[in-house]
């Protein structure tokens, strides 16, 4: 089993920036990538960003890059999100997510995924 934990949500102005960490633990060692997702009320899930664990490639959604920076810390089996020039859209809990086969912008690929934190944004 997998636990991960995110943390680092909040509420931010418009403009602002926020950045969003989650530790991974148990039985990390079949890591193959590691992502974010949000959901705002009302709507779906939607991917955000997400690294391969070991080479550490990034993917984004289009519409986050320039924004929204994925990295990756190995050795605390942490993956952080930076949030850059933040929006009132950008409201949503952001989920982590850890998948042992693919990286993938659906969520049906991940394994394990966190217990989600808040991001608010204020305009």
């Known amino acids: 089993q997998v636990q991960l934990v995110e943390s680092g949500g909040g509420l931010v102005q418009a403009g602002g920036s926020l950045r969003l960490s989650c530790a991974a633990s148990?039985?990390?060692?079949?890591?193959?990538?590691m992502g974010w997702f949000r959901q705002a009320p009302g709507k779906e899930r939607e991917f955000v960003a997400a690294?391969?664990?070991?080479?550490?490639?990034?993917y984004y959604a289009d519409s986050l890059k320039g924004r929204f920076t994925i990295s990756r810390d190995n050795a605390k089996n942490t993956v952080n999100l930076q949030m850059r020039s933040l929006r009132p859209e950008d409201t949503a809990v952001y989920y982590c997510?850890?998948?042992?086969?693919?990286?993938?912008?659906?969520?049906?690929?991940?394994?394990?995924w966190g217990q989600g934190t808040q991001v608010t944004v204020s305009s």
């Open positions: 690294i391969s664990w070991s080479a550490g490639n990034t």
């Open positions: 997510a850890l998948s042992s086969s693919s990286w993938s912008y659906t969520s049906g690929w991940y394994d394990y």
């Open positions: 148990g039985r990390t060692f079949r890591t193959y990538a």
